[in-house]
């Protein structure tokens, strides 16, 4: 496997059911994040970890749960979800910034997780 | 608060024409930098072409280029010589102080 990879590709739950995604990235990266899509707006970010430290959390209801054992897989844990949670998971990784001029930390993406909400 | 904002939700290119996909943004910061992300319809989103803001000239990769404006706060992409595989979702994105800032992105669509 290479670059960054998310399981299960399509997930169909109810509202009182218990889910995991999974991401892992095979790139040596020490940050990972994911993003929520949904049709007609912007991607969200929801969470990032920075050297498996959770560093942002942009008010993501606690119904979601991320986990990162390691650097280079990330969970987002998902309980007693709600019809509008249905969306695309998009989990992404990169090489934190180093600082200074010439240096940024594109991001690698994976596929996603489409998700629907019952 | 950084937004970006892209105004064109679709657009329409024939084959082997040019297509610019335009993209504002507002920040108050002076070091940045912005990207063009490509998510074709199998949905894994990939780089296309990224410019520092500190540096006047403008990127180019291959078909792709960048017109960056940075007093104006733009950032079009230019696709020359479409071809049926950039048919895509395009998304402007905004990199400053560690975080990411998605614009709403542009379908586009390749006309054989």
């Known amino acids: 496997e290479t670059g960054v990879t998310q399981t299960p590709r399509h997930l169909v739950m109810g509202m009182t059911n218990k889910k995991s995604l999974k991401c892992e990235q095979h790139?040596?990266?020490?940050?990972m994040y994911w993003y929520k899509q949904s049709a007609k707006k912007p991607l969200e970010l929801m969470f990032v970890y920075n050297f498996k430290e959770q560093t942002e959390n942009n008010s993501v209801p606690s119904r979601f749960s991320p986990e990162c054992p390691n650097s280079s897989h990330l969970f987002l844990h998902l309980h007693t979800l709600q019809p509008e949670d249905s969306a695309l998971y998009l989990c992404?990784?990169?090489?934190?910034?180093?600082?200074?001029?010439?240096?940024?930390?594109?991001?690698?993406f994976g596929p996603g997780t489409r998700l629907t909400v019952l | 608060a950084q937004t970006v904002t892209q105004s064109q939700p679709e657009m329409s290119v024939q084959e082997a024409e040019t297509v610019t996909l335009s993209c504002t943004y507002d920040t108050s910061e002076s070091d940045y930098y912005l990207f063009w992300y490509k998510q074709p319809p199998s949905r894994q989103m990939i780089l296309v072409i990224r410019q520092e803001a500190y540096k006047q000239q403008n990127a180019t990769e291959n078909r792709f280029s960048v017109n960056f404006q940075k007093a104006a706060k733009s950032f079009s992409l230019k696709i020359s010589d479409s071809q049926l595989g950039d048919a895509a979702m395009y998304f402007c994105a905004y990199l400053g102080t560690y975080k990411y800032i998605f614009g709403t992105g542009t379908r586009l669509k390749v006309l054989a």
């Open positions: 992404a990784s990169s090489q934190e910034r180093s600082g200074g001029a010439g240096s940024y930390n594109e991001q690698f």
């Open positions: 790139l040596g990266h020490n940050a």
